[in-house]
Each structure stands twice: as structure tokens, then as C-alpha cells.
């Protein structure tokens, strides 16, 4: 089982950015891919960047290509989502996530572990 730990969420204005972290203990990081999962109200949860088990493979979701990026560093069992140009549609709470099954996924349903969300709001 593996315990995960966001943080880095706040307000910050529309164009800003901000920088997510997630910090995991307990098995082997390595062998899980991770995610980032955000929920709006109202809304159902979306993959917004995956991550494979070694770094090779990214998945982002449309509507955060080319503002988004997902990092991990296997060695300080970390993940991070750097989030630039935000927009008011980013906001959300964002959940870090770990399948430990899959070599990357972009369903949420298929996340095994979660961690508690960080709040991120974008004004306009």
C-alpha cells in the first residue's frame, strides 16, 4: 500500500502558475503510475496528467496540453504537476493518484490509492 500527500494548491489569477506536489511513503514508488485527478463542482473527476511507472510515458488530458506538465523523481518518491497559464476552468480540488496495476492510465476508476486534494482556484 502506498500513502500519498498533495500539496501546493491556492489562488492564484488567471495566467498564473502554480505547482503541485505529492509525496509518497510506504512500498515501492516505482512500481506504481501515477496521476493527477481534479474535480470541479458539479462535475465528474478527470485525468488531467498521467505518468508512467520509470517517467517514458505522459498522457494529458485536451484541456491541459502544452500548460500542464507531470514529473516524477522515483529517487525522492515525489510527483509534481507544474500548471502554467492557468485559467478559471482550472479551478478544482486536484488529487494525487497511484495505480499500481497499469502501466499509465487516464481513467480514474482505475486508480488504486488517493491521497487528499489540494484546492486550486484560479480568478479571473
Known amino acids: 500500500q502506498v500513502q500519498l500527500v498533495a500539496s501546493g494548491g491556492g489562488l492564484v489569477q488567471a495566467g498564473g502558475s502554480l505547482t503541485l506536489s505529492c509525496a509518497a511513503s510506504g512500498r515501492t514508488f516505482s512500481s506504481y503510475a501515477m496521476g493527477w485527478v481534479r474535480q470541479a463542482p458539479g462535475k465528474e473527476r478527470e485525468v488531467v496528467a498521467a505518468i508512467s511507472r520509470h517517467g517514458s510515458n505522459t498522457y494529458y488530458a485536451n484541456a491541459v496540453k502544452g500548460r500542464f506538465t507531470i514529473s516524477r523523481d522515483n529517487a525522492k518518491n515525489t510527483v509534481i504537476l507544474q500548471m502554467n497559464s492557468l485559467k478559471p476552468e482550472d479551478t478544482a480540488v486536484y488529487y494525487c493518484?497511484?495505480?499500481?496495476?497499469?502501466?499509465?492510465?487516464?481513467?480514474?476508476?482505475?486508480?488504486?490509492?488517493w491521497g487528499h486534494g489540494t484546492q486550486v482556484t484560479v480568478s479571473s
Open positions: 493518484a497511484a495505480d499500481q496495476g497499469r502501466v499509465i492510465t487516464y481513467l480514474s476508476s482505475e486508480y488504486d490509492y
